[in-house]
T-cell receptor, first 112, second 113 residues
Framework: AQSVTQPDIHITVSEGASLELRCNYS??????LFWYVQSPGQGLQLLLK??????LVQGIKGFEAEFKRSQSSFNLRKPSVHWSDAAEYFC??????????FGAGTRLTVKP | DSGVTQTPKHLITATGQRVTLRCSPR?????VYWYQQSLDQGLQFLIQ???????AKGNILERFSAQQFPDLHSELNLSSLELGDSALYFC????????????FGEGSRLTVL
């Protein structure tokens, strides 16, 4: 069964600094990978997804992620963080017709 | 607005009681997923339905049950509630085109006292 690990429970960065959130997955075939963001009191919103093709995918709000098969990773990056990026970020892996499994999440705090 | 509607948004009940959470997927979406989010457990997959049929089952307790109706809305029934069932319950739907991503509702926050 697929699984996702997000090693960092909480990350604090200064506004304007770069960001990288780590995600490692376990899956037998080529995975479908996703990053979601959850603001306090709200549901989850899709940031970006990877199915196949170019391993560097662009998402909304200036985020990007890179799929590295050799490392079983799908790390999320942003070159310059804004205070509004403070939220919880979830990595997920899932098959199209079946379930989708989420990591434990990484809480991002942005210092002014 | 994701197009997924969940009711009620908030629910407070007592231990031992039973509650029903309702989810209406996006128009045309056949798959419905239920997740439980609690502070110490993260986002746990409970169950998935596809066009009325159970498709996958995760960490769903025997006290919990779900179903998807012919009009594609889904209900999650939680019975013999315990304090530990207090959590945010999310419903999500997935499109027929299978672009892959889930569209989440805003959740139902259950508090068991």
């Amino acid at each position: 069964a697929q699984s996702v690990t997000q090693p960092d429970i909480h990350i604090t960065v200064s506004e304007g600094a770069s960001l990288e959130l780590r995600c490692n997955y376990s899956y037998g075939a080529t995975p479908y990978l996703f990053w979601y963001v959850q603001s306090p009191g709200q549901g989850l919103q899709l940031l970006l997804k990877y199915f196949s093709g170019d391993t560097l995918v662009q998402g909304i709000k200036g985020f990007e992620a890179e799929f590295k098969r050799s490392q079983s990773s799908f790390n999320l990056r942003k070159p310059s963080v804004h205070w509004s990026d403070a939220a919880e970020y979830f990595c997920a892996v899932g098959e199209v017709y079946n379930d989708m499994r989420f990591g434990a999440g990484t809480r991002l705090t942005v210092k002014p | 607005d994701s197009g997924v509607t969940q009711t009620p948004k908030h629910l407070i009940t007592a231990t031992g009681q039973r509650v029903t959470l309702r989810c209406s997927p996006r128009s045309g979406d056949l798959s419905v997923y239920w997740y439980q989010q609690s502070l110490d457990q993260g986002l746990q997959f409970l169950i998935q339905y596809y066009n009325g049929e159970e498709r996958a089952k995760g960490n769903i307790l025997e006290r919990f049950s779900a179903q998807q109706f012919p009009d594609l809305h889904s209900e999650l029934n939680l019975s013999s509630l315990e304090l530990g069932d207090s959590a945010l319950y999310f419903c999500a739907s997935r499109g027929v085109a299978n672009t892959g991503e889930l569209f989440f509702g805003e959740g139902s926050r259950l508090t068991v006292l």
